[in-house]
């Protein structure tokens, strides 16, 4: 099955600086790779997505990049702000078992 | 309003009594699924419905029931809670399947003593 791993499982950033999460996954039948944003005891909401036919996807402040060959994805935000802070989930899914697949998330903190 | 709803929103249990975690969508969304979050872990899916009568096992599906007799519910049975079900429940809906937006329920924070 598919095994999706995540890093740094926290990360401090300045206000202003730049957030990189990275991904790996398993299975090479996977498209499909959500990101996911947590606040405090909030519910997870996507935030942006990428689908194996596509490189880089950017919105805003938000990219996305995927290596098929190497199997990996990461999350870019530029000109991180307070409001950045949460726990961030990547996820990889598209096999023909319907299951998603999380990674454990990055907590991520953007001190002013 | 489209949005998932989970009944009861905190509940603290014992070993053993059963429960039933509720969940319901009005977005017509044929796939459903649980997931549980603990720290460390992320989110691990539970179980998973493709539509109404098909559901299959996710990550964690140990100690867990589920049921899909309507499009809308997705009831999460616990026959005999333990202390390691001690968990975070999401419930999570979406059109596409496991390809396309999952909207997440408020959560159920579970105790089981």
């Known amino acids: 099955g598919e095994n999706v791993e995540q890093h740094p499982s926290t990360l401090s950033v300045q206000e202003g600086d730049s957030a990189v999460i990275k991904c790996t996954y398993s299975?090479?039948?996977?498209?499909?790779f959500p990101w996911y944003k947590q606040e405090l005891g909030k519910r997870p909401q996507l935030i942006i997505d990428?689908?194996?036919?596509?490189g880089e996807k950017k919105d805003q402040r938000i990219a996305v990049t995927l290596n098929k060959t190497a199997k990996h994805f990461s999350l870019h935000i530029t000109e991180t702000q307070p409001e950045d802070s949460a726990v961030y989930f990547c996820?990889?899914?598209?096999?023909?078992?319907?299951?998603?697949?999380f990674g454990a998330g990055t907590q991520v903190v953007v001190t002013p | 309003e489209a949005q998932v709803t989970q009944n009861p929103r905190y509940l603290i249990t014992v070993t053993g009594k059963k429960l039933t975690v509720t969940c319901s969508q009005n977005?017509?969304?044929?796939?459903m699924s649980w997931y549980r979050q603990d720290p460390g872990l992320g989110l691990r899916q539970i179980y998973y419905?493709?539509?109404?009568?098909?559901?299959d096992k996710g990550d964690v599906p140990e100690g867990y029931k589920v049921s899909r007799k309507e499009k809308r519910n997705f009831p999460l049975i616990l026959e005999s809670p333990s202390p390691n079900q001690t968990s975070l429940y999401f419930c999570?809906?979406?059109?596409?399947?496991?390809?396309?937006?999952?909207?997440f329920g408020p959560g159920t924070r579970l105790t089981v003593l």
């Open positions: 999570a809906s979406s059109l596409g399947g496991n390809t396309d937006t999952q909207y």
């Open positions: 299975d090479s039948a996977s498209n499909y």
């Open positions: 990428i689908r194996s036919n596509v």
């Open positions: 996820a990889a899914g598209g096999d023909s078992w319907g299951k998603l697949q």
């Open positions: 977005m017509n969304h044929e796939y």
């Open positions: 419905s493709m539509n109404v009568e098909v559901t």
